[in-house]
């Protein structure tokens, strides 16, 4: 089964929301080239945190499915985890997210006493997964304040394997760590200039 050239957009020059925008359940799936956005930006006249509150999107991409494949997937703007992968034996290849710009607070940008969602997440009880080629980026232009604590969170098992993973910081915002606690912090102190990981672990 192939899924391309899908384009989402949640909310814009109109409000939106979704629980999650795109949910794979189905095995085997190839899915190439998709853009999954939360529009934290628009212009339907709204601020920053009136637009926090009202284009309202917790996840990007979930999948639970076996055996996927996702070739150019972008996943962007999301509130809390951008793409989720609870399947076994997935593989990413090219990875692209943005945080939300527009979280008003630390504190509504929480998950329990963990500052911020990461932009990828494998799903705890995952024990094989590869993801080649990933970056997140940060941009809190709503306050500059606001910390990240890991770019991309997976499970500690030898299955899983991240190779060249990146965060990015772009002007504002802090991530303090590239994955699980290594790596970073990409802050204000080097705008532009990627921190990488080459593998992990």
Known sequence: MTLSDVYFRVGGPHIGSTDTALEIDANNVLVD???????DHG??????????????????????????????????????????WNGEDGTTVFFQNELPYDPPTQADWMHGSTQ?????????????????????????????????????EVPQTPGVKLHHIMTVNLSAGTIDHVVNGIG?????TKVGQPVFVADYP
């Open 33 to 39: 080239h998709t853009w999954v956005w939360r529009a």
């Open 43 to 84: 212009v339907e006249n709204l601020t920053d945190t009136q637009r926090w509150h009202t284009n309202l999107g917790r996840n990007g991409v979930v999948v639970n499915g076996d055996h996927v494949t996702a070739t150019g997937l972008f996943v962007e703007h999301f509130q809390q985890y951008n793409t989720v």
């Open 184 to 188: 970073g912090p990409a802050d204000t």
């Open 116 to 152: 911020g969602w990461a932009a990828y997440k494998v799903g705890d009880r995952v024990r094989s997964h590869r993801l080649y080629g990933a970056g997140a980026y940060v941009f809190n232009q709503n306050n500059p304040t606001i910390h990240t604590t890991n770019g991309f």
